[in-house]
């Protein structure tokens, strides 16, 4: 009993004095574990009566619950004065000047692409999404363009095989989207996506570029609806203000079919270089679904009608940010990108 009462007289003592964790486990080790004194003191146990057996092992444990209780209370004591003693070590003198942290940018068709998401997400559509590589039979025969149609001249097509083409359009991500809804609408979604043309690359063509098309289905659709879509799309992007007029036009997959222009943003709708002094700038193409196509995808077209429209993302932002030649959106030129390194108020 004298002795286990001085092994922890002798621990506590110690374990006051402890100057950091490493001490501390240590003391631990030493005092609790299986060579410890107490585990050594504890072997005379079998040569005890019966009864001094008992009050001894009472006393044992009652040793090391107050050695381990001391051992908790100090590590918590020591842990707190090493985490002040970091934190007096890492004080941050606020008076030194400050360096510049060089960051990312987004890239700006990125940043149209997400504001025309979020605008069209706003208005209940659904991001839809599909292959690059793509079959003719959805590239081009659900969109009202069979073989040998004179309309797939229109499109200079990358060919990996007779039936397979870099899309030249996200259209066929439309098709596909018909087709799995099985002829039940109502349908509304938005197609961002690199497309394919077997364009020469100069100021305003690419070989490679984005669009970002939309398509609704549903009954009693009408062109009204569609203009006023794009009438919200066309504030959004440029600006409250804006005026958008159709002229008729031709899409295989779209009758009636339209051109839709914007009056210039820059000018006002008087006349500048911007819009070639006409007042209006050309944006997208747009139409009513063809009831062939509609037919072609499993929906009654004396049913359901629609509407659907294209937008070139690199044209979009060339009017918005005032860019004058499409390469610089493939160039990885840290002088353009970093043009676009701003947060907004």
């Not at 969109?143 to 309309?151: F, R």
């Not at 493939?330 to 701003?342: I, M, P, V």
């Amino acid at each position: 009993m004298n002795e286990l009462l001085k092994i922890k007289e002798d621990a506590l003592s110690q374990i006051e004095a402890c100057p950091d964790l490493k001490v501390l486990n240590d003391l631990r080790v030493h005092f609790l574990g299986k060579k410890g004194p107490i585990q050594e003191a504890m072997k005379s146990m079998k040569t005890m009566a019966p009864e001094e057996r008992a009050a001894f092992g009472q006393v044992s444990n009652e040793v090391k619950q107050a050695i381990t209780a001391a051992i908790d209370e100090a590590k918590v004591k020591l842990e707190a004065a090493a985490i002040n003693q970091k934190l007096a070590e890492e004080v941050i003198d606020i008076t030194l000047p400050s360096f510049h942290v060089h960051e990312g940018t987004k890239h700006p068709l990125t940043m149209i692409e997400e504001e025309m998401e979020e605008l069209f997400l706003g208005m209940g559509y659904q991001i839809a999404e599909g292959p690059e590589v793509e079959l003719d039979h959805f590239n081009f025969e659900l969109l009202n363009l069979p073989k040998d149609h004179p309309a797939r001249d229109m499109q200079d097509t990358f060919y990996i095989d007779e039936n397979t083409v870099m899309r030249t359009h996200t259209s066929p991500v439309q098709a596909r989207t018909l087709l799995s809804a099985k002829g039940k609408g109502p349908i509304k979604i938005i197609c961002p996506g690199k497309t394919y043309r077997k364009d020469d690359d100069d100021a305003t063509h690419s070989h490679q570029f984005t669009q970002c098309e939309g398509l609704v289905i549903d009954e009693n659709i009408t062109m009204a609806d569609l203009k006023g879509t794009l009438q919200v799309f066309a504030d959004k992007i440029f600006g409250e203000g804006r005026e958008i007029r159709f002229r008729p036009s031709f899409f295989p997959f779209t009758e009636p079919s339209v051109e839709v222009d914007i009056s210039c943003f820059s000018c006002g709708g008087k006349g500048c270089s911007i819009c070639k002094q006409t007042g209006w700038i050309e944006i997208l193409g747009a139409g009513m679904v063809n009831p062939k196509v509609l037919d072609m995808c499993g929906f009654d077209s004396k049913k359901y009608q629609g509407f659907a429209f294209g937008i070139g993302l690199e044209r979009v932002a060339m009017l918005k940010y005032g860019i004058d030649d499409i390469r610089h959106f493939y160039s990885s030129d840290l002088r353009f990108l970093n043009q676009f390194n701003r947060k907004d108020s």
